[in-house]
């Protein structure tokens, strides 16, 4: 015999099952095939035949700042991703080096304003992502987890990412 720790057998019924077989009561199961409790039922009908309301989810809740953050650290993540693949990519099928698509760039003649501005554009995911990540890194050691912290950390890094992307753009 041995000891049912509730630690060790999470379900009620499992547990149940195995102390009443411990007590020496018998206990059968029934075998059933997977068709019989499938359902064809969809999850969405099942609630409209319920008369279980839609939940509004995203359409009642008010942006906050975390979300906000969140939501730009994955995109900004994916831009980074996708644009690494895609010069990757690019210099194994082109035909020409850097230094003719640098000379196409030239030839566009834009202002210095302009070329900055585009710079700023290609720039700001690296910025952003940098600074973000450095927040969550401090995450990671237990600090800045107060809710007033993780706002100040925020207003912070976006100000950091801001300056990082200037830095980057003047180059």
């Known amino acids: 015999r041995f000891a049912l720790s509730s630690s060790l057998i999470r379900s009620p019924a499992l547990r149940q099952g195995l102390q009443m077989a411990a007590a020496g009561r018998q206990v059968s199961l029934k075998v059933v095939s997977v068709g019989s409790t499938q359902k064809d039922e969809s999850f969405f009908a099942k609630n409209e035949r319920l008369g279980r309301a839609m939940s509004p989810h995203l359409t009642i809740y008010q942006p906050q700042l975390t979300t906000i953050l969140s939501i730009m650290h994955r995109g900004t993540g994916l831009a980074l991703g996708t644009g690494v693949w895609a010069l990757g990519l690019g210099a194994l099928i082109s035909s020409h080096d850097i230094s003719h698509y640098v000379t196409m760039v030239e030839g566009l003649q834009l202002s210095g304003a302009s070329l900055t501005a585009i710079k700023f554009v290609i720039a700001y995911p690296a910025g952003y992502h940098t600074a973000n990540g450095i927040r969550h890194l401090l995450w990671d050691t237990g600090r800045f987890l107060k809710i ?19 830095i980057l753009a003047l180059l």
């Open 148 to 166: 007033k912290e993780v706002y100040s950390t925020g207003y912070a890094m976006i100000a950091t990412s801001f300056v990082l992307t200037a």
